[in-house]
């Protein structure tokens, strides 16, 4: 049965954010060793280097909001492309900040995917 991208997109963006919202330990399980992030410019690899980056972030609460949700199937492995925008609320600011994450997802053997590869960064006005 052929995936659906963009419920897949839809379903993962849902999944990954409210998670990184409320426990961003629980992310581990989305990334491999062989994982890439790119965050603000900064490479980092592996599952728990990843997290270690995420979990290290100068703040503990936050919500991110999603304005956009893009997908495209990848002919990489059956892969999925997903380009997310939307807005950053940290815990005791007034004001927003816009991000933009771009994420290539991998099926596993499972049946489930992982995070080969992600991009973040905020977009200053």
């Known amino acids: 049965m052929a995936v659906d991208p963009d419920a897949l997109a839809k379903a993962f963006v849902e999944h990954y954010y409210s998670t990184f919202d409320t426990n961003r330990n629980n992310l581990l399980n989305l990334y491999e060793e062989g994982s890439m992030l790119s965050f603000e410019g900064e490479k980092i690899q592996g599952s728990h280097n990843i997290v270690a980056k995420l979990t290290s972030l100068p703040f503990q609460h936050c919500h991110h909001t999603i304005s956009t949700v893009d997908s495209q199937p990848s002919a990489v ?26 994420f290539h997802l991998m099926p596993t053997p499972q049946g489930s995917y992982y995070v080969l590869n992600d991009i973040f960064r905020l977009n200053y006005a």
């Open 77 to 102: 492995n059956a892969g999925m492309l997903v380009f997310v925008s939307g807005n950053l609320q940290l815990a005791g600011e007034h004001h927003a900040l816009k991000f933009s994450q771009m």
